[in-house]
């Protein structure tokens, strides 16, 4: 069973520009969560979806953040325009019982 | 907000010691995870305790959560090189799980 998958794995780029994240959850789980973590700090939570509807975007950072999940199959996370406080690793995960989180291996972005 | 404070931070020991990981916060927590993250990859879950005093062992690695539910510890016996990476702590927050990570402690086994 292949695990969370995420695209792509780094992406550089300038601030102001647009940066798309993918995440693939696992097959059948129907809830996936965004995090992320900046250098330095703790993995924080972003938001989640059940199947395709937002459950919970209180870690949202702000209006420069658009998350979505078409289908209730793969998940965006749309950064637009962003900013050099962007930059950290964007984790995503699955699961499909409430306590086990499976975790994808990240995309380090990175804003200069 | 819910905050969990982790220690130590950063941990160097010699192959065959015992070293111990705590995991506090001064709020309640539905559940408790540990999970284990190597460079360029997620976070991978350990364990995941869920009543106040339980006690989970993993071969050489024992978990316990408080009896009030706001701390956890992680032990390990007779460290291994394998055992080298960045352990994390998190707590659940009930329903959907919405988890709050600790900072990790980053633990070095020196052969």
């Known amino acids: 069973e292949a695990g969370v998958t995420q695209f792509p794995s780094h992406s550089v780029i300038e601030k102001g520009q647009t940066v798309t994240l993918r995440c693939d959850p696992i097959?059948?789980?129907?809830?996936l969560y965004w995090y992320r973590r900046v250098m330095g700090k703790e993995i924080k939570f972003l938001l989640h979806?059940?199947?395709?509807?937002?459950?919970?975007e209180s870690g949202m950072p702000n209006n420069r953040f658009l998350a979505e999940r078409t289908g209730g199959t793969y998940s965006t996370l749309k950064v637009q325009p962003a900013e050099l406080e962007d930059s950290g690793v964007y984790f995503c995960?699955?699961?499909?019982?409430?306590?086990?989180?499976?975790f994808g291996p990240g995309t380090r972005l990175t804003v200069t | 907000t819910q905050l969990l404070e982790q220690s130590p931070q950063f941990l160097s020991i010699q192959e065959g010691e015992n070293l111990t990981v705590y995991c506090n916060s001064s709020s309640v927590f539905s559940s408790l995870q540990w999970y284990r993250q190597e460079p360029g990859e997620g976070p991978v879950l350990l364990v995941t305790v869920v009543t106040g005093g339980e006690v989970k062992k993993l071969k050489r690695l024992t978990f316990q959560f408080g009896d009030a539910r706001k701390d956890s510890s992680l032990h390990i016996t007779a460290a291994q090189p394998g055992d080298t990476g960045l352990y994390l702590c998190a707590g659940g927050d009930g329903g959907y799980q919405k988890v709050t990570f600790g900072i990790g402690t980053k633990l070095q086994v020196i052969p």
């Open positions: 979806f059940v199947k395709e509807s937002k459950q919970d």
């Open positions: 995960a699955s699961s499909q019982e409430t306590y086990e989180q499976y």
């Open positions: 097959s059948g789980h129907d809830n």
